[in-house]
């Protein structure tokens, strides 16, 4: 299992990665932060970033939260 922090923009005009530290991240997604939908997408990006399925990417804490901690079972 691996750990990573993300500090999520929802709503935002683009979307962008970028990659602060081994196990930190910044994302910005279009998906506004209703229904679950920026989460979805967060997911989907972490997963193609590190080529896992999507279901092997969950998010840990922090799912009402800007900043998350996601877990990847590798």
């Not at 939908?37 to 967060?42: E, S, T, W």
Request: charged residues 30%; glycine residues 2%; hydrophobic residues 40%.
């Amino acid at each position: 299992m691996k750990y990573i922090h993300v500090k999520v923009t929802a709503g935002a005009s683009k979307e962008s990665l970028k990659q602060k530290s081994d196990d930190h991240f910044e994302i910005s997604v279009k998906e506004k932060a209703e229904r679950n939908q920026a989460n979805v997408r967060v997911l989907s990006l972490v997963a193609l970033l590190f080529k896992v399925p999507k279901n092997k990417v969950r998010i840990v804490n922090g799912h009402r939260n800007p900043s998350k901690l996601l877990v990847l079972d590798i």
